[in-house]
């Protein structure tokens, strides 16, 4: 018996440490699941609760409970546990900034900006290349009597034709939401509908057909004038 006639507990019936258990059980498994904030304002509100708790007990039992240890654990394991949440989220949102430059930079130059940045949203979209089977549209492209006339030119007027073709050529491709492939010599290698879908992809590659020649005429036209 203790001062004022409150009483501890039997050691077999330990308040603290039945407290103890379902709290840290309470912080481990059921904080994580919860945002911070409202991770937090459930610490505060488990507290109180123990608080208020303990001191109903010894008013009306005269039951003298720990007030201080359990509630010293509970706020001690949420911090801890916060911490490393806090390290998990910022690990994670270096791995995905660098995940995004790196797809920035694989891809910036064949893609156009708004698939670019769709690819950035969803890494699925790449991460499926080479692994999945889709019905796209190939596309190939070429200058007609091109060895004809890479004969007549020497290499600087040659590379000089090339750039202003195949520039104006790709981004045509790119307007369309198409993909440019690969250069062969004077061959433009693209497809369309992949790696971010959608259902009128040949009817892009077609108005990128179209697109190119109608260009082709304006460039063959300033070239002679």
């Not at 010894?58 to 916060?82: C, E, M, Q, R």
């Not at 890479?150 to 000089?160: A, K, T, V």
């Not at 750039?163 to 004077?186: A, H, N, Q, S, V």
Request: aromatic share 10%; glycine share 6%; charged share 25%.
């Amino acid at each position: 018996s203790l001062k004022g006639g409150d009483v501890r507990p039997p050691r077999w019936l330990d308040v603290d440490v039945m407290l103890l258990l379902p709290y840290i059980y309470f912080v481990a498994r059921i904080i994580p699941k919860l945002p911070i904030v409202a991770g937090f304002f459930a610490v505060i509100a488990l507290t109180s609760l123990h608080i208020l708790f303990t001191v109903s007990m010894f008013v009306w039992k005269g039951l003298y409970i720990n007030t201080t240890g359990p509630i010293f654990v509970l706020i001690l394991s949420y911090l801890l546990l916060t911490l490393i949440r806090y390290k998990a989220e910022e690990v994670s949102r270096k791995q995905e900034e660098e995940q995004r430059k790196m797809i920035r930079k694989m891809f910036e130059t064949y893609l156009d900006p708004t698939v670019v940045e769709a690819m950035v949203a969803d890494p699925t979209l790449w991460k499926e290349i080479g692994g999945t089977t889709k019905v796209i549209t190939a596309f190939f492209s070429d200058i007609a009597g091109f060895t004809t006339i890479s004969e007549l030119l020497n290499p600087d007027e040659l590379s000089d034709m090339l750039k202003c073709y195949l520039t104006p050529m790709t981004r045509i491709i790119l307007d369309e939401k198409g993909i440019r492939d690969k250069f062969i010599g004077d061959a433009v290698v693209a497809f369309f509908g992949a790696p971010v879908p959608y259902e009128d992809h040949p009817i892009r590659a077609c108005l990128s057909a179209i697109n190119q020649r109608t260009r082709i005429v304006e460039l063959r036209q300033a070239r002679i004038g």
